[in-house]
Nanobody, 123 residues
Framework: QVQPVETGGRLVQSGSSVRLSCAAS????????GGWFRQAAGMYRECVSS????????YYADSANGRCIISRNNAAITVFLEIIGVKPEDTAVYYC????????????????WGQGTQVTVSS
């Protein structure tokens, strides 16, 4: 069992950066793919980015490419998402997810989910 826990969400000004962290209990997390999703008010949840267990392969949604960096520290069993130059449309609840397998597409289903962390961008 893997239980992701997100931290780092906060109120930020447009144009600044925010770094989200996802720590998961259970040493198996380092063998799992990690993903970051977001859900804005009234919108469907969408995949922002994902990373393979080794960290060697990543996926970015078109909306994230160029402004987001996903990384992981397997020693610390943590997956990070840095959003650079945030915009008001980045306001959402950000969720971390984990799964035994990685797929380089936004429709990949993840098994384990965190509770989410709120990012609010002020203009």
């Amino acid at each position: 069992q893997v239980q992701p826990v997100e931290t780092g969400g906060r109120l930020v000004q447009s144009g600044s950066s925010v770094r989200l962290s996802c720590a998961a209990s259970g040493r198996t997390f380092r063998t799992y793919a990690g993903g970051w999703f977001r859900q804005a008010a009234g919108m469907y949840r969408e995949c922002v980015s994902s990373i393979s267990a080794s960290g060697g392969t990543t996926y970015y949604a078109d909306s994230a490419n160029g402004r987001c960096i996903i990384s992981r520290n397997n020693a610390a069993i943590t997956v990070f998402l840095e959003i650079i130059g945030v915009k008001p449309e980045d306001t959402a609840v950000y969720y971390c997810a984990a799964d035994p397998t990685f797929a380089n597409n936004p429709d990949k289903q993840f098994t384990y989910w965190g509770q989410g962390t709120q990012v609010t961008v002020s203009s």
